[in-house]
């Protein structure tokens, strides 16, 4: 008796787990095709439908930083420099946290790992130098807006 309780206990865990399992995998979909809809939209130059599909991107799921940052620069093409701020700073929160993570990943020393160590070297450049693009971006921005007027 209570190893077919236990079945069931487990049957309704595994159920759970992989219900959450498809409706994030879902989500990210949904992100992944907003994503893609953005940007068909921003190379056709319509910044209004390619921001009301990244932002939509980012509702459901994607919390990249460049995600962030695309919307940011689309607000600052648009002259809406307030809502640029906001997402360049989110951008650079999420480039942040996607640097310490890439940081993270590198092995310890004495491990074999040579080539492994080469790409993440890669991967975390990559990552510093967004997290600087992100911040020039932010700098530019500050300084167009608090130029002083008479």
């Known amino acids: 008796m209570k190893n077919k309780r236990s079945v069931v206990i487990?049957?309704?865990?595994?159920?759970?787990?992989?219900?959450?399992?498809?409706?994030y995998s879902n989500t990210l979909s949904e992100a992944q095709?907003?994503?893609?809809?953005?940007?068909?939209?921003?190379?056709?130059?319509?910044?209004?439908?390619?921001?009301?599909?990244?932002?939509?991107?980012?509702?459901?799921?994607?919390?990249?930083?460049?995600?962030?940052?695309?919307?940011a620069t689309m607000y600052r093409l648009k002259g809406m420099n307030d809502e640029a701020r906001q997402y360049y700073t989110a951008a650079l929160e999420a480039a942040e946290k996607e640097l310490a993570f890439t940081k993270a990943l590198v092995p310890?020393?004495?491990e074999d790992?040579?080539?492994?160590?080469?790409?993440?070297?890669?991967?975390v450049l990559d990552r510093e130098y967004n997290?600087?693009?992100i911040k020039k971006s932010i700098k530019e921005l500050e300084s167009a807006v608090s130029v002083p007027t008479k």
């Open 10 to 23: 487990a049957f309704i865990a595994l159920f759970f787990i992989l219900f959450v399992t498809c409706a």
């Open 33 to 71: 095709t907003h994503r893609k809809q953005a940007e068909e939209y921003f190379q056709k130059h319509d910044i209004d439908k390619a921001l009301e599909h990244l932002k939509k991107a980012i509702e459901y799921g994607d919390k990249s930083s460049s995600a962030y940052a695309l919307v």
């Open 108 to 110: 310890k020393p004495g």
């Open 113 to 123: 790992a040579q080539a492994i160590q080469e790409k993440i070297d890669k991967l």
């Open 131 to 133: 997290v600087l693009l």
